[in-house]
């Protein structure tokens, strides 16, 4: 059996941060695990200790993120793979990219924190269920294995059921699942010598490709303005012939 927590490395709760040229600078804030995540680390921790198997943490964005790599290690992850991307990337492409890395794993099931602090966004577990084409269990708060299948409590508006999947799936976690256990000192120098495998990010992001976009139609509207009819058709149909290569 594979179990794998999906992380984050976010600003502390009582971090300040600062906003420079219109965007949240984290020059000078203390970076720690997204709490949410650490639910899931445990949680991948508990299931390898009652089943058996492997523990992999898998950690999406710069160099920094190692840091919270090296904490789930340090909490008793086996090993670890950095997806290492730069500047922000939206949670569907994370997803995307984060995919092809799990598929390689083929895990049993993938744990993630139900709500990224930094993003104030709830959509990574669904949106990597979505790419791994398995079922999700959102707002997890106790999970147990049952053969082939897992049968996981979850919270709803009115209350909480219990749901039954067939594996693998996702399941994101929240506080409740359990209690996430502290990090010791042996544990702290074990972590050091734990593999962490490094896989680049080389998609684009939907947030390029749509400034891109813009700019493009700006560029467009530039060419055409001040053009007869007959002169910004020709115009077109050369750009797309030419340049978009569309025609």
Known sequence: MKFIAVIRQVPDGESRLKIEGGR??????????DQMDEYAVEEALRLKEKHGGEAVVVGFGPERTEEAIRTALAMGMDRGI??????YVDPVTEAEALAEVLKEESPTL??????QADW???????????????????????LELEGETAKAKHDLDEGAEWVRVR??????T???LNEPRYPTLPGI???????????????????????????????LQKILD??????????????????????
């Open 189 to 219: 120098m074990k972590a050091k010598k734990k593999e962490i495998k490094k896989v680049a990010f080389g998609g684009r992001t939907r947030v390029e490709i749509l400034e891109e976009a813009i700019q493009e139609k700006a560029r």
């Open 24 to 33: 949240v600078s984290l020059q000078g804030a203390t970076l720690i695990l």
């Open 82 to 87: 950095h997806v290492v991307a730069e500047g």
């Open 110 to 115: 993938v744990l993630t924190g139900g709500q």
């Open 167 to 172: 594996l693998p799936a996702v399941f994101t």
């Open 226 to 247: 001040g053009k007869d009819p007959v002169a910004a058709a020709e115009e077109l149909v050369r750009l797309l012939h030419e340049e978009a290569k569309v025609i």
């Open 120 to 142: 104030d966004s709830q959509a990574l577990g669904a949106a990597l269920a979505e790419a791994l084409g398995v079922p999700v269990v959102a707002w997890t708060t106790a």
């Open 174 to 176: 929240q506080q409740g």
